[in-house]
Every structure is written in structure tokens, then in C-alpha cells.
């Protein structure tokens, strides 16, 4: 006998997967013609992380990747790279840490998000899952 499938509000049922891959180059080339670029994008901890590696760029892009993957995985309107935030270091798994309207945005939705990243030399990319949490009212 089958059983039925979940829906996609079935609490612990993937609610949204948004992915994103970038030419890490292309990052490097944009901050270094706009080096405030770096603070409209980055948290003051995402470029603490990226800073103390050898090539900085390789961590940014991963994350910027993450952020579009996450509004992607929402399923929002554009929102400010900063009010999502990768936080994690080193042999931590990355997470992310939702402000303003990107939070609000997932408690709307009633999802939380599971990050992953990964880069090579010449690209990065994330992937990101909403998770509901909650039963459709």
C-alpha cells in the first residue's frame, strides 16, 4: 500500500530550493574597480571570515551565491545581501542568519534554511532549502 506524498507544507518537507553559481573572478574584478561594494554585500563578519583566507574572493563569492540562493529558496522579492547573512568558520558547517525583511520573509512562509557551499578555483555556488516548519493553516 502507498502512502501519499507530503505536500510541500508538511512540517520537515522542503519548501523552496533556490541555487546560485558564480565566476569567482568576476567578484574579485567588481570589488577591486568598487571597494565599498564589499560593505554593501558583506557583514562585517562575512568579510572577517573571507579576510583572513588567502584568496578572499574564493569565500565572498560562495556567500554572495548563498544569499541569492537564499531568495531564491524564499521565493522573495530582491532583498538587501546584508540581511542575509553566512555566519560559520572554518570547519563549522555554514548556517544562515536571516535579518529584517529576509526574516520576516521567512517566518511568513513558516521555513527555516540549510545552506550549502562549495567552490574550485574559477567558480563558487550555494545551494539553500527551505525547510517548513509548520503545517499549512
Known sequence: MNSPEPDLFTPGHPAGVGI???EIRRLEEALERRPPLAQRLFT???L???GARRRPARHLAARFAAKEAAVKALG????????VEITGSGRETPRLQLHGRAAAAAAEKGVALHVSLTHSRELAAAIVVAESLASRP
Open 48 to 50: 572577517a571570515y573571507a
Open 76 to 83: 522573495a522579492g530582491p532583498l538587501p545581501p546584508r540581511e
Open 20 to 22: 546560485d553559481l558564480l
Open 44 to 46: 562585517e563578519g562575512e
